[in-house]
């Protein structure tokens, strides 16, 4: 076996069926008493549930998250928060809210207990992505990760399909980066795979079956494992394509992923044959083909396949190719423009994967 080396997260994870009743219980064990609540304006209605398990221990509220975590959003946010005399945050919602959560964190110190109700899997990771002027950076610091997570499922029923779909591939990317990241090791390797397995199987249930409790509680299992992996070992390519394109483009975060996935595996896939097998091994109808596999699942779930879909100019795609470029990182094949410009293409105009990148 080679030699690795691993560091294991430390969050609080508390996963189930009518969890959110346990947040009392969870910021008491903190020795914190006075939340600060997080939502998006579309998720008003969760806050209103914590406000009932809560009660009177609510010290505010703020419903303005928004994706790619606007500097200037946390800023607003952080006066209130300020002036609200809160002792913690509660961030109830998907990857938008959390990432609202973990800015607040980091600038104030607070305690930070998160409630996602997507399969984003930022909520076990220490990295945050904020966007200035049009454009996302990303740090990672231990101090940015929420120190405790609770799970409910019952959260994730009423998820739209849609998302549910996007979502959730959006959970696999981060497995399939961490099967070829620089810094992968054995323990990682497992758990990417059993995410991986856990989400390709349940999620073209939800689709026939949104409200399939056994097949939703899979899905959030898998997309928790997926996390543990984002927030473990290093992204590549398709984190660095993702976020150009969200960032400079604003392009929804979850369908983002789910198009470009596909061809940055493609792109990759000379370099990392052990990789490829692990990712074939546990997507459906793959016949040993990863990129086959992901092509699949992606049409049982009748996801968006292009970019121009979602807003994306056929003239920005040598910009968002020069940006992809611009900076120096990592990837297991080296980030060459005119490849990674043929890949945007593919993926701004939808077309299937193939491994000829």
Known sequence: ?????????????????????????????AKVSKPFLLSTPQQVSHIDILKS?????????????????????????????????????????GGSTVGLGKALSIRTGLFHLTIPTTYAGSEVTPILGETDAGRKTTRSDPRILPAAVVYDVD????????LTATSGVNAIAHA?????ARNTNPIINLLAQEGVKALANSLPVLVSEPSSPVARSSALYGAWLCGICLGTVGMSIH??????????????????????????????????????????????????????????????????????????????IDKAADIAVSNAYWNPRPVERGPIRELIRRAWAGEEARADL
């Open 239 to 316: 984190h660095k394509l993702c976020h150009t394109l969200g960032g400079s483009f604003n392009l929804p975060h979850s369908e983002t992923h789910t198009i470009v996935l596909p061809h940055a595996l493609s792109y990759n896939a000379p370099k990392v044959p052990a990789a490829m097998k692990a990712l074939a091994e546990v997507l459906p109808d793959s016949g040993g083909d990863a990129t086959r596999g992901l092509n699949i699942l992606l049409e049982k779930l009748k996801v968006e396949r292009g970019l121009k879909a979602l807003g994306m100019q056929e003239s920005d």
């Open 155 to 162: 959260l994730t029923m009423s998820l739209p399909v849609g």
């Open 176 to 180: 399939v980066e961490a099967l070829y």
């Open 1 to 29: 076996m080679d030699s690795f080396e691993y560091n294991c997260n430390p969050a609080r994870v508390v996963f189930g069926s009518g969890t959110i009743k346990k947040v009392p219980e969870e910021l008491a064990r």
């Open 53 to 93: 398990v809560l009660g009177d221990a609510v010290s505010g509220t703020f419903a303005e998250a928004t994706m790619h975590t606007p500097v200037e959003v946390t800023e607003k946010a952080l006066e209130q928060l300020k002036s609200s005399g809160a002792d913690s945050i509660v961030s109830i919602g």
